[in-house]
């Protein structure tokens, strides 16, 4: 049905040209769901938009073709493509609240495709918006036809953005990243939905993914790409359990899976033995009765309700639940970037509370507890290098910033000591979150609150990352409270965990027994949505 | 009541401090200029005795606090007091002169937007084509030339040379009658009155002030137009759009350009208040009859009732001016509630 031969797509450049695409072979038969995955610069996403043409200025494709049924689709022009698109190939994207048009109601954006391509008029054009919208399960379709993209949440604006796409009965259908940034929960229905309405019509598509554990659970056949060039394909088993290739061999490795630890991620020349790692029985961090209340025109917003928990010396906590559920707000508390409305935080028996978060800044315990956040690229200063970074935390609270420390700093997080004089923007994604950590690390923290420090990272630098967080919590004694939405990521990392809906506890626990056997409804959910690949050696089954 | 009046007239509350703070500002300042205007007030022969006389009846003699109590007296009862200068009530001149003023500005931004929100659309449609540089050439020739430059050279050209446009001298030529007094606009009176010849003469009158000041403000909105365009097409739902197959028009206006609005209304406002106050130099060459001549004419004889006139009425302006931006706001976009938080 889609046959790509040869394809290769070139980017001028401020510094030459780049080739972005290889020679690029791909197939999608009729019925069928090919999943791309690999890692960010490998050319997925570059593969689906020459397909549908919609490379931006810049790039151009230099070799191969693209045939669609039997047609060369760079034959088209371009207005005769706006017939091919939306009617015969649709595309998902990523960011659902971002892919649609923020100041026009949804109905009016479905009509406008369904009236492009002639399957409605100016009157009925709303009729059959609502329908494309029951299509994709959106319950009360009839009054969500009216509503702005703001008004809906992220999993609604993305079944929204999937009506867009189907509306006009495709053959074939791109998903680009579909559900990152969505929960997870979210994440399974959507992609659920998604794989019921092409299995219902009948469609093919291509599912372009980092994440080896999801095209694995809904692809029939999986190519696995780098730097612009397929470099194994093959179903999803037998990707698994005999990867070809060394690269997919890594990548697999890199997934966090069930019963993998966390030394496996990396790749087998790259296990040194786990580090010794003590425990201690002394508390170091005991929150009580921590509540916020934020106040709003409808009345007060419960984020946080009366949550207790405590971190011994060494230990690292995960704090899981989906966005809104009130991870954020209490790791902002305890960070003391935000005052509770009430509760203690007890930090080495002293109740940090007590200190207002405005002047927590000055006080000498700012030095103990420490963060690493989410975006490794947006919390960097663009214009400081990372020796500024590095040095500006102990500048401040520290007692001074010696060249010797920040390259004793430099060798911990394992930065080579030539790229301190580099910034940000000439850094790698693994190097910044590099550069972050020992920003944090630079004052020697008793906590640090790790907020999704590797969400934004690459499978690959992931499993770097979470090992060299559990290297330094061996060697400087730290503690973390680690906060996510991976599952996966907590049952390798955590000794114990908290699970929270609605700014509230629902479960906590060693992180082993929470993931294995779950005691609550809520946290089996989240357990069941976490997509699994299947596990190496399951050849069998 | 319905929230978005709830808003609009919350809006206006917020004014009121503005209001008082203008107020006193606008008294102070007067206050601590140098000039006497009782010795202007006095002429050139006047002795000390009449020159303190002059300022007895002015009140000048007074302290400044009960001055400013009794300034603000009248200003309650909507006396804006008398000019010295033309011995008018600065209320019968503000009505006179503001009209003239708005109509200018207003005419030269039409005529701006008409030029430089297409231009800027074609060029960030068309990045680093020859639109897109012609553009900024234009742009850039529009804000680095001064106005009374642009002025006097228009003048030059079509008056002196071409001899197509009317002598620069005021609204109206003076072989017309002023229309009816209706709004103070003449184009708007003259075509209530259905006087087609009136309207024709005040507009030859009001193109070349019009075009100069079009002119300067062309490069804000143009940028802005640019700027925003550029970065709405970019956007993810634009891509999106494509994706389905809309056409380049309806993507680049239905999607692209409302969306590119938002920035360019903004910019609007600004460029709006700024020249209605500063095409002082505009209003001179033209011998315009508009408020900002007036303004200066009445700070360099210390006219302390026109300058505190003149300031109150624009800080009004403004007020109204940003209440109409935030409800254009909130027609564009429906993410922007008006309600009062």
């Known amino acids: 049905m889609l046959s790509v031969t040869n394809l290769a797509v070139r980017f001028q450049t401020r510094r030459g040209p780049v080739d972005a695409l290889k020679g690029v072979n791909l197939e999608v038969a009729s019925g069928e769901i090919l999943g791309v995955v ?62 649609l048009n923020p100041i026009r109601r949804v109905g009016d954006q479905i009509g406008d495709v369904l009236r492009r391509h002639a399957r409605a008029t100016r009157t009925t054009a709303k009729a059959e918006a609502i329908k494309a919208l029951e299509a ?21 604006c993305q079944r929204v953005v999937i009506a867009l796409a189907l509306a006009c009965d495709p053959k074939l259908l791109i998903m680009d990243e579909p559900t990152t940034g969505l929960d997870i929960t979210t994440q399974k229905a959507v992609m659920d939905l998604v794989a019921d309405l092409i299995r219902d019509r009948g469609m093919s598509a291509i599912l372009i993914t980092h994440d080896l554990g999801l095209a694995s659970g809904y692809c029939d056949r999986i190519m696995v790409m780098r730097d612009g060039e397929v470099v194994e394909r093959g179903t999803p088993l037998s990707l ?8 997919t061999r890594r990548l697999i490795d890199a997934t966090p899976r069930l019963g993998a630890r966390i030394r496996e991620l ?141 390259a004793e700093l430099a060798d911990l997080v394992g930065l080579p000591l030539p790229l301190l004089d580099r910034f940000p923007h000439q850094l790698s994604g693994g190097q910044k979150a590099r550069v972050g950590i020992a920003r944090a690390i630079a004052l020697d923290p008793d906590l640090l609150i790790l907020d999704e420090p590797t969400a934004a990272l690459d499978v690959s630098i992931q499993a770097i990352v979470l090992n060299l ?6 060697r400087l004694g730290i503690s973390y409270l680690f906060v996510t939405h991976d599952l996966n990521v907590v049952r390798l990392l955590c000794d114990q965990v908290i699970v929270m809906q609605g700014g509230a506890i629902v479960e906590q626990g060693p992180a082993e027994q929470v993931m294995r056997n779950p005691a609550t409804a809520y946290t089996r959910s989240l357990v069941a949505a976490a997509p699994q690949p299947p596990a190496l050696g399951d050849a069998a089954q | 009541m319905s929230p978005r009046l709830r808003g609009i007239l919350f809006r206006i509350a917020q004014a009121i401090p503005v209001v008082i703070g203008v107020v006193i500002i606008g008294f102070v300042l007067t206050r601590a200029l140098p000039g006497d205007p009782a010795v202007y007030f006095a002429g050139a022969a006047a002795d000390a005795a009449s ?68 231009l800027g659309v074609m060029a960030a449609t068309r990045p680093g084509s020859l639109i897109d540089h012609a553009c900024r050439v234009l742009v850039t020739a529009g804000v680095s030339l001064p106005t009374f430059f642009t002025g006097v050279v228009l003048i030059y050209l079509f008056y002196y040379l071409l001899g ?54 062309l490069a804000p909105i143009a940028r802005m137009t640019r700027a925003a365009m550029l970065g709405a097409l970019s956007a993810d739902f634009v891509r999106t759009a494509r994706a389905a197959g809309l056409t380049g028009r309806t993507v680049r206006y239905t999607y692209a350009f409302r969306n590119a609005l938002l920035p360019v209304v903004t910019t609007l406002g600004m460029v709006f208040s700024f020249t209605l106050g500063a095409n002082v130099l505009v209003e001179k060459v033209f011998a315009w009859p508009g408020i900002g001549s007036y303004a200066v004419e009445a700070l360099v004889v210390s006219d302390y009732a026109a300058v505190q006139g003149f300031v109150l009425a624009m800080a009004f302006l403004f007020v109204a001016l940003n209440l109409l931006i935030d409800v254009t706001y909130t027609l564009i976009d429906p993410r922007i509630g008006f309600e009062a938080s």
Do not use: W
């Open chain 1, 38 to 99: 690999g890692e960010s610069g490998s050319g997925k996403s570059v593969t689906a938009y020459s397909i549908m043409r919609l490379l931006e200025a810049g790039g151009k494709v230099v070799d191969g073709t693209v045939r669609y049924g039997g047609v060369d689709l760079s034959d088209p022009s371009e207005n005769q493509m706006g017939n091919i698109r939306g009617r015969e190939i649709s595309m998902i994207f990523q960011n659902p609240r971002a892919a």
């Open chain 1, 136 to 156: 994709v399960r959106i319950r009360d379709a009839a009054a969500r036809v009216d509503a702005y993209p703001f008004e809906l949440s992220g999993g609604m």
């Open chain 1, 240 to 247: 698994f359990t005999a990867p070809d290739h060394p690269y």
């Open chain 1, 266 to 406: 990396l790749p087998v020349e790259a296990r040194t033995p786990m580090p010794e790692r003590r425990v201690e029985n002394e508390p170091l961090l005991e929150v009580r009765n921590l509540v916020k209340t934020f106040p709003s025109r409808s009345g007060p917003v419960h984020a946080v309700r009366d949550v207790s928990f405590t971190i011994r010396k060494g230990q690292t906590l995960g704090l899981v639940g989906e966005s809104g559920c009130g991870k954020s707000t209490t790791s902002s508390m305890v960070v003391r970037l935000l005052d509770p409305t009430s509760g203690q935080i007890i930090f080495r028996g002293e109740d940090l509370a007590a200190t207002p978060a405005s002047r927590f800044a000055r006080d000498p315990r700012r030095a103990r507890i420490q963060m690493v956040f989410q975006d490794a690229t947006d919390s960097l200063n663009p214009r400081h290098t990372s020796r500024q970074t590095i040095a500006e935390p102990l500048r401040r609270l520290g007692t001074g910033a010696s060249n010797d420390r920040i």
């Open chain 1, 469 to 474: 967080l559990i290297d330094l919590q061996a």
């Open chain 2, 51 to 118: 020159i303190a006389e002059i300022r007895k009846t002015l009140g000048l003699d007074l302290p400044l606090p009960q001055q400013f109590l009794i300034y603000v007296g009248d200003l309650l009862r909507g006396d804006f007091g008398q000019s010295i200068s033309t011995g008018q009530p600065v209320t019968a001149d503000l009505a006179n002169r503001l009209p003239a003023s708005l109509e200018l500005t207003l005419v030269a931004l039409l005529l701006s937007c008409a030029i430089a929100i297409p």
């Open chain 2, 164 to 217: 197509i446009a009317p002598s620069p001298l005021g609204r109206l030529d003076f072989i017309y009658i002023e229309p009816d007094r209706i709004t103070g606009f003449y184009l708007i009176d003259s075509a209530l009155a259905g006087d087609g010849e009136t309207f024709l003469a005040a507009l030859r009158q009001l193109v070349l002030p019009a075009v100069t000041l079009a002119l300067f403000t």
